[in-house]
């Protein structure tokens, strides 16, 4: 009684928060397709989604392994109202499916567990939900900012040619 832990959920890997982890924003970036920017502000949502859900009475079932990391917490499958939190972080486009494959504490298969998230996580990608409503416009600016940069060394290999020219070189 009185003690704290900290729960990462198996398979659900959440937007980051964090900047000390520069390598690891990278990655979610390039994943989900979005800018620094954007994917702080999808980590805070499931930050406060999780808060709000975990106001209500749930359930943590784990196996106490390690979860490594910078901070001693274990991984767990934690239920709110007989609900799966990652289950319903993933189905509003607040995390993804990721993780090492163990069998879960319940025993149900990981392989089984992975295939139902990355379902969810479909579906929200398909209706733009979450860090989805995001995705693909940081691409997209890169992509304008590369033919940006295009257009303007054509002008100017056209200006050094046309200088060039005039000027008998």
Known sequence: KGREFTFRL??????????GVPTRNQEQRQYFGVTAKELRKAGDEATTFTAEALKKPFSVMTRSQDAMGRHKRYYAVVTVDGKDLAEMLVARGLGRAKGALANLPDGESAKARMKQLKQLESQAKAKRLGIWADSGRAEKWHERVIERAKASWRKLKTAVGEFWEKHGF
């Open 10 to 19: 198996y398979f659900v890997d959440c937007p980051e928060t964090d900047k």
